[in-house]
């Protein structure tokens, strides 16, 4: 059993985030973690385990449109392909186990890419193996909050060790 962890980011929040889940999956399973831009097509996946992170834009996930305010806000942005929204938007069933991360700032708004990406994703057949979740930066450009990337190994580490123990059935 293996884990693929996703991540979209345009500060470089949302990556610090994934590397942290990543180091807590990877105390129980094998991980890889990816770009989106750079992962192979979700069909293609050789993964049971698949964990998907994107920071909150406007309520939900990134669009062109949002993309495009990150830019001018930072010259330069790390995620300047693919959508997340694009690489879920499988148009086949798909039957991975997956986990949905946000960033988000902090006092909360309402709205959560973990949540938007945890409803496509199960509407195409996945299954959910954990409520989405949100982790803080302190303002749009971050940086994270003080005890979030803790809080993020715990929570890779929490659901590796759930999925581990129980694997889905073949
Ligand atoms: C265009 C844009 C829209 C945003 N909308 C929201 C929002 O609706 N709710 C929220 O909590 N944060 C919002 N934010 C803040 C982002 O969630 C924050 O920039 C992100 O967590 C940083 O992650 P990153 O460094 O991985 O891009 C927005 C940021 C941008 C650039």
Same mark, same amino acid.
């Given at each position: 059993m293996s884990a693929y962890i996703v991540y979209e980011s345009m500060f470089g929040n949302t990556a610090g985030v994934a590397e942290a889940v990543a180091n807590g999956v990877a105390t129980c399973l094998p991980v890889e973690l990816v770009e989106v831009g750079d992962a192979p097509m979700i069909l293609d996946l050789q993964a049971e385990l698949l964990i998907v992170g994107a920071p909150t834009h406007v309520f939900g996930l990134s669009r062109p449109r949002t993309r495009d305010d990150a830019v001018e806000r930072a !010259? #330069?942005?790390?995620?300047? !392909? #693919?959508?997340m929204r694009d690489w879920i938007d499988s148009r086949s069933a798909l039957s991975l186990s997956v986990a949905t991360f946000d960033t988000h700032v902090n006092p909360p708004i309402p709205g959560s890419a973990a949540r938007t990406m945890a409803k496509l994703l199960t509407r195409r057949g996945c299954t959910l193996v954990a409520d989405p979740v949100s982790f803080h930066v302190s303002g749009t450009d971050g940086p994270v909050s003080p005890g979030e990337l803790g809080r993020a190994i715990e929570w890779g580490a929490s659901i590796a060790r759930r999925v581990g123990l129980h694997p889905s059935p073949a």
């Open positions: !010259g #330069r942005v790390i995620s300047d !392909g #693919r959508l």
